[in-house]
Every structure is written in C-alpha cells, then in structure tokens.
C-alpha cells in the first residue's frame, strides 16, 4: 500500500496556525479576541472564533487541490440563491470588498456567521415531514439552473475513479483486488442501466443527519441544512436516502414519510428508489478512495487505523457483494424498488455509511 506522492498538499494546510486563522476573520472586517477553537473536520480545517462583541464565526480553510475557485464560488453561488427563497441554509459572509472567497499564505478560505441549534439523534414523523418539504423547496431552486462546474453524481467520479486510484497506488491486496474489481464493476452496471431517463438536477449531495441543526421556539419547529461543500448534480433520491439509510421497515418508512411530504412542493419519480442500491454502494467505494487519497495527511492514519489492512478490505468486499447480491436477487414476494426489504438482511447504520460519523 502506497501513499499519496509526496508533497501533494503543503505543510501550511496540515499545521494551520493559530495567528493565520485570526488574519483571515480580520481580512473580513472582523474583529477577533484571540479565542480559537479547531472543530471536527477531516477534509478541510475549520475553526471556531470569539469575536469582541462577544459573537462567534466560523472560518473554513479548504483543502488544497480538491476544488477549483470556481467550483466553491458556484457553492456559495448556490447557498445564496437559496437564502433568497427563504431556505434556512447557512452561506458565507462577505468580505468588505463583496467577495467571499479569500487566500492567505497560499490556503483559501471562507468566513461563515455561526448557527444555532443542535443535531437531531433521531427524527420524528413530523421533523421528517418538515424536511422533506425543505427538501422539495432546495430540489425546486437547484432544478431551476444547471450546474456550471461541480460534479455530476456518476459512475465515473463515484466508483470508476476511485477503483483507479486504488489500483494505481496498489492499496488493495492482490488477493482481493480482482473480487473488489468485478463488485465495483457490477455496481456500475446496475447504476448506468437503473439511471437511464432519472431525472438530475442541483442537489445537497452530502445530506446525512450531520449536517442538518434542529431549533425550536415555542411551537415552531426548523431544521438549517449545512455544509454543501458536497453539492453536485444527481438524483433528488441521493438526498432521501442518507437521512434515512437503514434498510430496515423504519428506514423505508421514513423515506416515504419524506416523499410524501416532498411531493407538497416537488414532483418526485419512484424509479429513482431503484437507485439506492447502487448509491449505497458507490458511497463505500467513494469513501475508500477518498480516504486513500487523503492518506498523506496526518489525521487520517491516526482516524482510520484500521484502514489498508486485509481484514478491512475484506469487510469492504463482502459488505460489497453482500448490497449487490441483495439488488439482484431480492426475496420472493419482494421489489427491487425500495419499497420492501427482507427480514434476513443485516440492519446497517449511519457508521457502515459516513466514516467520520460520531455517535
């Protein structure tokens, strides 16, 4: 198993200082006392800092290489059209020259107002309801132009480029390496055949529990949706089911509660419950590339040790072929659309699909 080739990312990105963090909130007119707090985050770093009037922002400094100024400004772009329909999302501050885009010491960075709230642990029929009618609102605005530069949710950047890299750095053991291929390879031929005539469209693209904040005043209750720096073009389904990911009863179930709810404000096509199957799968695939990628930078040897070894790709194998298997030859009396499951299969949680996740 090889690493990422030396000197991909600088040392100025891994060893951010505390004294460039507070220079990037003055550059936004801001003024800092001093206190900074660095919050969880493994791809970019993100800091939490007490301004004097006794407010608090959060600076994100993006990591190197992985988008281009624009693809990030098409981000903010997007957050900001969606401010403007009334969705709660979180966008970034300006800069006094209106901007929000920034560079110090060669790291680019962004500085966002903190927002209230607190995760949801579980979410109520009636908390799915107002989501996906949220859900409905966001797909309308993202259905209403087409991306200019962020990705497309696809085979090739979702399985076939991961897969390469892979190869190409020799993480996988050759003992695994042709059963892992032909998994992801079937994957593939399930999602390219299963997507044909599906609509896409902007989309959140990362939207698990995480990146939701739950606030309530008096009887009123809203959710504020963060973090799109996952957003792209693909299916409206990719944002159902990472809220819900279990394949239990309780997991459809709570997809079709969204659904429901969704179709008060959006159209939404169930053959893209088809999809979920191979969404499952090239999320696995996806996140082993991800981490590989990414294998240079201290954090993530000492956050996923577990990572590389023969014990690890196995699991990732069978997990695999066990979520194809279950496409492809569902129980009798069962559909292949999400709308069943079998009794027999193993529950999955919010760990088996977003590495990071706590709790």
Known sequence: MSSD????????????QPDVVLKSVEAAGLAPTGHCQQLNSYE??????????????ITKFYRPLRWT???????????????????PVCAPLRFPD??????????????????GGRSADELTDSQLQ???????RIHNVGASKESATRWRLNAGHFALAPLAYLEEREFLPPSLLPRYRKAVLHAVELFEDLSKGIPVHRIHGDCHIGNLLYSREQD???FFFLDFDDFLTGPAVQDFWMLAPAVDADGLRQRAVMIDAYRSFRDFDDRQLRLIGPLRAFRYIHYAGWIAKRWSDPAFPLSFPHFGTDEYWEKETQD???L??????PQVGEKADDTQTTENSEELTNADFFWDWEG
Do not use: C, M
Request: no cysteine; glycine share 8%.
């Open 5 to 16: 080739p030396v000197g991909l990312y600088d040392d100025s990105f891994y060893k951010l």
């Open 69 to 87: 100024d624009e693809q990030i400004l098409e981000e903010h772009a997007f957050l900001f059209e969606l401010q403007q329909n009334d969705i």
């Open 130 to 136: 107002l989501i996906g009618r949220l859900l409905g």
């Open 98 to 115: 209106g901007s929000t885009l920034k560079s110090i010491e060669g790291l680019r960075f962004t500085v966002w107002p903190r927002t």
């Open 220 to 222: 009123d209750e809203n």
């Open 44 to 57: 970019n770093r993100v800091f939490d800092l007490k301004l004097e009037d006794g407010s608090h922002v």
């Open 324 to 329: 194809l298997r279950e496409i492809d030859e």
């Open 320 to 322: 695999l072929e066990r």
